[in-house]
């Protein structure tokens, strides 16, 4: 089956943002029934197909994939402080006593490492480096926990479980089922719905 023009409005608007309500509101179709036409929209097999075709030829065309975004994540959320700074202890002369003897103290100062000495995958990591004006250094990574939390979803390792309840309360329609006649025959009936006052 060809895709209409309409269609083809929603698969280019959907691919904007990934939502298939406002895909299909600013195809054209009403608001007051996006929330059932874009979800419906995305189990025709001619649309599917079609979403797909071209998500292959931007990830084709911006050579960015699911991998490397993994891998620039796990660049973030695998880093850690002492890839980039050490922290030394040493004993510290502060002053002498009125018979001459040093006085001193246990002091610890943290170090810097030489960005050329840091591999560069672990420089992707850092989110800014500043020099103040008394020429002290300080720098801060990208948030690792949100980094961390992008991973175990993208792995499937968390898991929400959101109860859904369709119109009133009661059962959600499914239309799995459905034949493609069935299908366009519902999106016609939501169209003719919305049309009404």
């Known amino acids: 089956m060809a895709l209409t023009n309409q269609r083809k409005m929603f698969i280019k608007e959907y691919l904007v943002d990934l939502n298939a309500t406002k895909a299909a509101i600013r195809a054209g179709y009403s608001a007051k029934t996006a929330n059932e036409i874009g979800p419906n929209m995305l189990t025709i097999p001619e649309v599917k197909e079609a979403i797909q075709k071209e998500m292959k030829k931007r990830e084709h065309r911006t050579e960015i994939t699911a991998d490397k975004v993994l891998a620039e994540y796990a660049k973030v959320g695998m880093s850690d402080v002492t890839d980039y700074l050490t922290v030394e202890t040493e004993r ?92 366009d025959a519902k999106i016609k009936a939501l169209l003719t719905k919305q049309d009404q006052p």
Do not use: C, N
């Open 92 to 183: 510290v002369l502060v002053d002498y006593t009125a018979e001459g003897e040093p006085i001193s103290e246990v002091k610890q100062f943290v170090l810097l490492k030489d960005t050329d000495s840091i591999p560069k995958d672990k420089l992707a990591a850092i989110s800014e480096i500043k020099q103040a004006k008394d020429g002290s250094i300080s720098f801060k990574l990208h948030d690792k926990v949100r980094a961390l939390d992008s991973i175990g979803k993208h792995l499937g390792m968390f898991i929400d479980k959101h109860e859904i309840t369709g119109a009133g309360g009661g059962p959600i329609e499914t239309i799995k089922a459905l034949t493609d006649e069935e299908l």
